[in-house]
């Protein structure tokens, strides 16, 4: 979850963030791990980054987002939903990222796609797993794996779905 918050804050400010990287490239908190003359297996954040990088070129679009909130340790009145989007022109396809941050609740989501033009869902990835602290392991590299979402649907140029509690979401529509 964090590290789709993360993409999310530099897909947002993506009028002023020219370049970011990451810290490290195998092992350690790296997205894929190897083994010595043995296999390699992505982690958990692998996922969020290749999401990402695939989808998340084009026109950052601002977003306007009304979520319920908390109140965390050092801030208050944190949404529960953190979000951004993108317009690729050239493929003539729309990126929404959605991290749901409450670990107890699925959340109802709207998308409003009516400035966009007749919509229409291509996909709804969810990168989730019922244990927070589940990990990919050279014996389990699936272990936490995206899966495609059912369920959503464009009605009158608006997306409605719902995002599973503590997921990382991927909605992809052509328009």
């Known amino acids: 979850l964090v590290v789709g918050t993360m993409l999310n804050a530099l897909i947002r400010n993506a009028d002023r963030v020219k370049v970011a990287c990451l810290a490290q490239l195998v092992n ?4 894929i791990m190897t ?34 909130v908390y109140d965390a340790k050092n801030y208050e009145a944190v949404p529960y939903l953190d979000v951004s989007s993108v317009l690729n022109e050239e493929t003539g396809e729309a990126a929404v990222f959605a991290v749901n941050r409450s670990t107890k ?15 229409e869902v ?37 997306w409605s779905g719902r995002l599973p509690s503590a997921s990382w979401n991927v909605l992809r529509f052509k328009v």
Request: net charge negative; with cysteine.
């Open 105 to 119: 609740q699925g959340m109802d989501l709207k998308v409003d796609l009516r400035g966009l033009g007749r919509a």
């Open 122 to 158: 291509l996909d709804h990835i969810v990168l989730r797993h019922d244990d927070l602290c589940a990990a990919n392991t050279e014996d389990n590299p699936d272990n936490v794996a995206p899966v495609l979402a059912q369920g959503g649907a464009v009605r009158g140029g608006v």
């Open 28 to 31: 350690v908190i790296a997205p």
């Open 35 to 68: 083994r010595s003359g043995g296999p390699a297996w992505r982690q958990t954040i692998y996922w969020p980054f290749l999401h990402a990088s695939l989808f998340g070129r084009g026109l950052s679009l601002g977003t306007i987002v009304d979520s319920p």
